[in-house]
């Protein structure tokens, strides 16, 4: 299969060795367990969550090959392939792609404030004429907060238009449930074969009620399972409780600085602290800040 699975996919958080390189085997391990006890249908990897660009290149492009000899189902995998420079985010969508990983979840080139539509639409066309495969799936990536480049329903169409099945979706992050309703009213969504993946679980059924692919989001992380129950509850009382639950669960990961008490969560759920290291700039969460989450988690488990 080409194209990703649809559902809900976690955006994996990324394990470093001391010297701040990726920590290959644990994340691949880690991936292993989002996909089956994590709860989660598909992982996506060395993306925001992920830390991805601050991932060296040697190891974002070694990933791909680690994930197939892993025996990684293809279908289940997006990576995150974005890069300032067009011929790097080629390098590291082609790794993916010879790897067997088609699915691409690529920024916009992300340095340069202000492109016009033109200038995207070059940049994104260049990509997928470099790579050179019609088996190429490209999600959109449009995180208008981080990379300051926001994506326009326009460029969508342009793109989808011109390139057909290779611009296979796009993961919407900005938390704007209306700007997701726009890409999806104007691509069709799921209807025509576009799968729009909003970020957050909380507009889980707000999303698959008019035709989202599913959710990726950093905090299905930790909290998966409980989407998925939503996901698969009868609509009425008993989808609104699953939901409500979702909802608080959602509201607790962004009480905390989202990478850091993800990595905090995971390295109690392993007993392995070496799951607490960040990639500088970003740190851990302080003593403070990981006692407040232990009691918010213990809340969420006793409610």
């Known amino acids: 299969m080409t194209k990703a699975r649809r559902g809900i996919y976690a955006a994996a958080v990324s394990p470093f060795?001391?010297?701040?390189r990726l920590d290959q085997s644990?994340?691949?391990?880690?991936c292993k367990h989002l996909l089956s006890d994590g709860?989660?249908?598909g992982v996506a990897p060395t993306g925001t969550t992920g830390e991805g660009t601050s991932v060296g290149m040697a190891d974002r492009l070694a990933l791909p090959d680690a994930f197939a000899?892993?025996?990684i189902e293809t279908d289940r995998v997006i990576f995150g392939t974005g890069a300032p420079s067009l011929l790097d985010a080629?390098?590291?969508t082609r790794a993916a792609c010879d790897a067997g990983y088609t699915n691409a979840l690529v920024l916009p080139?992300?340095?340069?404030k202000s492109p016009s539509d033109e200038g995207l639409f070059a940049s994104y066309s260049k990509l997928i004429e470099l790579v050179g495969r019609d088996d190429l799936r490209v999600y959109l990536y449009h995180f208008p907060q981080m990379s300051q480049v926001p994506l326009s329903v326009d460029l969508v169409l342009k793109l989808r238009t011109e390139f057909g099945p290779i611009?296979?979706?796009?993961?919407d992050s900005s938390g704007d449930f209306e700007q997701s309703r726009a890409f999806i009213d104007a691509t069709g969504g799921i209807n025509q074969d576009f799968d729009v993946y909003p970020s957050s679980e909380a507009f889980l059924w707000d999303g698959l009620s008019i035709g989202s692919a599913g959710i990726?989001?950093?905090?299905?992380?930790?909290f998966a399972n409980k989407v998925q129950e939503a996901r698969h509850a009868s609509e009425g009382p008993m989808r609104d409780t699953k939901m409500d639950a979702v909802r608080k669960a959602q509201a607790v990961a962004g009480k905390y600085p989202l990478m850091a008490a993800m990595k905090t969560a995971e390295a109690w759920r392993s007993g392995d602290d070496s799951w607490l290291r960040m990639q500088p700039p970003l740190l851990p969460l302080t003593a403070d800040q990981k006692a407040n989450l232990k009691a918010d988690l213990a809340s969420l488990s006793s409610s």
């Open 26 to 30: 644990k994340l691949i391990g880690y």
């Open 216 to 222: 990726i989001s950093g905090s299905t992380n930790i």
């Open 39 to 41: 709860g989660c249908d």
């Open 90 to 92: 080629v390098a590291l």
């Open 69 to 71: 000899k892993a025996n």
């Open 167 to 171: 611009i296979a979706g796009l993961k």
């Open 109 to 112: 080139p992300y340095y340069y």
């Open 17 to 20: 060795l001391p010297d701040g």
